[in-house]
């Protein structure tokens, strides 16, 4: 009888702490959305507020953690296993999305691997995750990084591939060029792995995330105090732009998706929300089984709830750019945060 009181005091604290949470997310997300549907800010302006996120506020948190995250103590098994859940279902969904559409669609198939694979770390997951399993929460920092620098280049050199094609498709007169086919191709491929490289290399999360990294060794685990102010603020600014932002990509109808991308907004939610969650809950269970058994139990299932929490934003803008399903990812961004709150 005691235990189960106890048990039901401990799960009423867990709610009363959940609630605040919740309300912050939603709250957030909800004013987004409102905005959106009321046009109180233009594309172009959440295009901004989308821009400040991932160049500032993002990567200042990045920074401030890999300076003072200690990594002598961090589980690198559990760190292995979420990346390596992540890659086996990012490059899963390229496959399926290539072989059904006999090699045609290969922006889609890169834009639906990193929609899969990809998470809203920080503006989602964290205050969540934060209150499950707060011991385990800071590792979210150190999966994102596997995502941005091996498995986000396959998608934005698959992405290029598209619009190169689409270009050719459009022009003839490069057909008319003096260098042979095969000099071309070589060139084009070269150009398009090149332009991968520069983009992952001047990202400001990879720049600041490899810097903090650096100064995490020569600061040993502290960041001074006269800069620690200036990258709490603008980390501090982080969830709430984030958030409304994530609002304002929601607004949009199913209606305007075809019957095509019906289909597509199928696949791609189960991919997201059954297939990803349970891919690296199991693979976490098999590197994590030499640990005791609830310790494994627990970070099987908090790598589970991260691979189900909702995709960025980002996503939706790289849909645009690339003229990739745009109306689909759009609608599917909001999608697993209604399922996040499931939880």
Excluded at 49 to 75: E, R
Excluded at 116 to 122: A, C, E, I, L, M
Excluded at 285 to 290: F, G, I, N, Q, R
């Amino acid at each position: 009888m005691k235990l189960v009181t106890e048990k039901l005091e401990l799960d009423n604290g867990m709610f009363q702490a959940m609630v605040p949470v919740l309300i912050q997310c939603f709250g957030l997300i909800l004013l987004g959305f409102v905005a959106g549907n009321l046009k109180l800010l233009t594309h172009s302006q959440a295009k901004g507020l989308g821009i400040y996120v991932t160049s500032f506020a993002l990567p200042a948190i990045f920074f401030t953690v890999m300076v003072s995250i200690d990594f002598s103590n961090v589980d690198w098994y559990l760190v292995l296993s979420v990346s390596l859940g992540k890659a086996i279902a990012f490059f899963c969904t390229m496959a399926t999305v290539l072989i059904f559409s006999l090699g045609k669609s290969v922006g889609a198939a890169g834009l639906m691997a990193i929609f899969v694979s990809q998470s809203n770390d920080v503006a989602l997951a964290y205050p969540v995750l934060r209150l499950l399993y707060p011991d385990l929460a800071h590792y979210i920092y150190l999966f994102a990084p596997t995502q941005l620098v091996i498995l986000n280049p396959f998608g934005y050199f698959a992405l290029e591939w598209h619009r190169n094609k689409e270009k050719l498709a459009l022009s003839s007169v490069l057909a008319q060029g003096t260098l042979q086919p095969t000099q071309r191709s070589s060139l084009a491929t070269l150009r398009k792995i090149l332009k991968v490289l520069r983009f992952v290399a001047s990202n400001p999360l990879f720049f600041m995330t490899v810097l903090g990294v650096v100064f995490n060794l020569i600061l040993k685990h502290k960041l001074p105090d006269m800069l620690h102010g200036f990258f709490n603020d603008l980390g501090a600014s982080f969830n709430a732009t984030a958030l409304f932002y994530l609002g304002f990509s929601m607004v949009g109808k199913l209606k305007n998706i075809k019957r095509r991308g019906v289909y597509t907004l199928v696949f791609i939610l189960t991919s997201k929300i059954i297939l990803s969650p349970f891919i690296t809950r199991e693979v976490t269970k098999m590197l994590t089984a030499h640990q005791p058994r609830n310790v494994s139990l627990a970070k099987s299932n908090f790598a589970f709830l991260y691979a189900a929490a909702p995709t960025a934003p980002p996503v939706f803008l790289f849909a645009s750019k690339f003229g990739v399903i745009p109306e689909v990812v759009k609608f599917t961004i909001g999608v697993p945060v209604l399922e996040l709150s499931e939880f």
